[in-house]
């Protein structure tokens, strides 16, 4: 199989279907529940100007960023009545720039309500925020004995979410889950009517308890399991392709890469592809991965370490006939799942996502119509 264009080292394939269709279904999961959509990190990496669009075309309303700019550059691909949240709050200074771009900042601290409720003041009307109270992660928010003051602090402040995050998520069995829920309750009665918010990806699968009125997926959109320890729900988003670069018949003793990293143990035959730590392939990988033929087959181990700009594989249980130069091998695909190839690298599916960079050529499944 040889994608075009012939020249790419590699080609990033991104199915904005499956984005599409992983957002239904947790919407249809978490009804009558919001789904937003976290769009942060160029979408984990994935391409926001294409996936935001696609995503508030399906009926997504309300987006989360985590930095200023990458709302500024948000604000413009999305329909008017789209929400925009900043998880990170209001850097100092910065609040005149969130009410310009129509962000929703998501403040983090007394501080931060004090500073948009002066701006509230000044431009002599209200303004929406979110308000982030810190149940047990020690990261963003404000401390839960900090809520009373926020709120007699915040007469011009319209205070549309009230949000939280789960630090445990992704293992059901934690008890810190129970007693995040328990302390955001308890919060939230300080607020009625206020909608809230807790969970994220894995947080959504944890019950109906913690979806108050709005879940906050990010990952699980773009195909990663929420739960590692259960079969993956979502349809896979990705797939990576690399290009046999050059194909080398060696002998046994020969050895491959930096560093003589690996020695053949038999004659073998390497393939160099054209896809190295520069394109997110993470060099800590070395020998654990491997990549496999589009339509499957054997594994074909990753061999010696990864360079900038390629990498081995062993192609030798391939018969001669089945393998080219200029033909594709998947790093990421049906036969080689995201959390797999992660796990290799001995990452996590959210950190090789954001990772992959840009040296790709990229190609966009689009959202209607057949996957091709
Ligand atoms: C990144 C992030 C999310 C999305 O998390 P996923 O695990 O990717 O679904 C939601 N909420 C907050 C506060 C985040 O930082």
Redesign the pocket.
Known sequence: MRPEPAWAGGWLTIDLGAVVANWRALQDRVAPAECAA?V?ADA?GLGVERVAPALAAAGCRSF?V?HLGEGVQLRPLLPRGCAIHV?NGIPPGADAAFAAHRLLP?LNSLEQVSGWQALAAAQGRRLPAAL?VDTGMS??GLAPEEVRAALAASASIDIRLL???LGC??EPEHPANESQLGRFAEVASLLPGTPS?L??????FLGARYHREMV???????G?P?NAARPNPMRPVVRLQARVAQLRAVPEGAWVGYGAGYTARRPSRIATLGVGYADGFLRAGGDAGAASLPGGGPPLPIVGRISMDSLAVDATALPDAALREGDALDLIGPHRPLEDAARAAGTIG?ELLTSLGHRYHRHYLPEHGEPG
């Not at 969970?199 to 959504?204: D, N, P, T």
């Open positions: 976290v942060k984990y989360f985590a998880l998501v982030q990261r963003f949000m939280s995050h998520a992704d918010s969970a994220a990806s894995s947080g959504l906050r997926p990010g990952a699980a959109l773009y990663v929420p959210y």
